[in-house]
């Protein structure tokens, strides 16, 4: 039995050593160009070589997100930048446009290429295609089927990967332009502005300037708006389908999103290989996703056609926690060195969650600044010295539940 590669996101270098400290098999990232995701921190050529050494030295693969679809001025520019990461040792590429594989090919002719969903093989076909040209794994697109996947599986010998959790688009990827039309700024190029998550009014065409609101209710008008990905009830169809990598969606999300949904899947993973026949869905996953900020979950297409329950018709973010510490560094005498991320105040209950799946509740009752002075607050960026109830670890988070 073959164990899936757990993929994660890396928007940054931080993220990308957090989402390794909570169990990822490879990480992927974009640099400042070419990414797809022009909001996200990204990464200098700098950081690109600090981020591979590190992922290489725990044993984690790194892929490069150059998957935009660049216009005949770009070129120049993309030959540039691909001659310049090239030095550092990615393990794969990941790419949607032929002219940037066939660059890609042609600078680091030996670098493997992974296919990015934005090319929208939605079919075995395609991937044989692809596979016939030389591409190492293809990214099947979300709206493919479990039943898909499998006769996909039969029919082709390339890797296979497959996103289980995270955003979803209502249209393909890669051909959605309501947000290039709407604010000017092109999805194909990392700048997409979500309005597909907007509120909407109607307008009667006869009745120019009357506004009907569009109303929420028990029938549902979010019409663009999905409820997000989750397939984490579903790890024993794709292990059994010859999935090769399990893709966590979420560059542009937090450091609280990347660890606790890394360690969902690492544990319900693991749980799988240990024992496949005693496999079951744990409530504390569960109740873990729900955690963070997500709108709601839905299995897409995995297991055929999207019904009205899979559309949500809350425009707004869900979340039970917030994120408001993380551990830098834990010293010999049994405190921790905390960087503040939220306003913290004495009293508060916490939870302090590490790589392994389980919380510990604790309420901060005293802590101090660095040079040893009791403390009533702390604000962002702050370092505090404070004592749990169980030891830490460096990348270990500090939570606590919203008001």
Sequence with gaps: ?????????????????????????????????????????????????????????????VYLTVNAFPDNNELAD??????????????????ADPGVIAAIRHISPDRPIHLSTQANTTNWRSVLFWQE???ARV?????????????????????????VHGALCVSYSGRCLLSSVMTGRNANKGECAHPCRWSYALVEETRQGEYFPVVEDERGTFIFNSKDLCLIRHIPELVGAGVDSLKIEGRMKGI??????????????????ADPRAWHVKPEWLHELSKISHRG????????????????FDSRYRRSHEFVGVVEEAHSDGTVTVEVRNRIVAG?????????????????????????????????????????????ERYDLIRREKP
């Design 1 to 61: 039995m073959k164990i899936p590669e757990l993929l994660a996101p890396a928007g940054n270098l931080e993220k990308l050593k957090v989402a390794i400290h909570y169990g990822a098999d490879a990480v992927y990232l974009g640099g400042q160009k070419f990414g797809l995701r022009s909001l996200a921190d990204n990464f200098t050529l700098a950081h690109m070589a600090e981020a591979v050494a590190y992922a290489h030295d725990r044993g984690v693969k």
């Design 139 to 163: 990214n099947l697109a979300r709206e493919m089927s479990l039943e898909a996947i499998r006769e996909t599986r039969e029919r082709v010998t390339a890797e296979l990967e497959v996103f």
């Design 348 to 392: 508060t209950a916490v939870e302090v969650i590490g790589r392994r799946m389980g919380s510990t509740l604790h309420r901060l009752d005293a802590f101090t600044d660095m040079d040893g002075n009791s403390l009533s607050e702390a604000h962002p960026n702050q370092r505090i010295c404070l004592r749990l109830p169980v030891a830490a």
């Design 256 to 273: 609280h999103y990347v660890a606790s949904v890394v360690r969902v899947y690492r544990e319900a993973l693991d749980s799988y290989a």
């Design 133 to 135: 040209q030389g591409i």
């Design 78 to 95: 993309l030959d540039r930048y691909l001659e310049e990461v090239a030095p550092v040792p990615f393990d794969a590429y990941i790419a």
């Design 297 to 312: 979950y839905t299995t897409g297409f995995f297991l055929g056609k999207p019904v009205d329950v899979d559309l949500e």
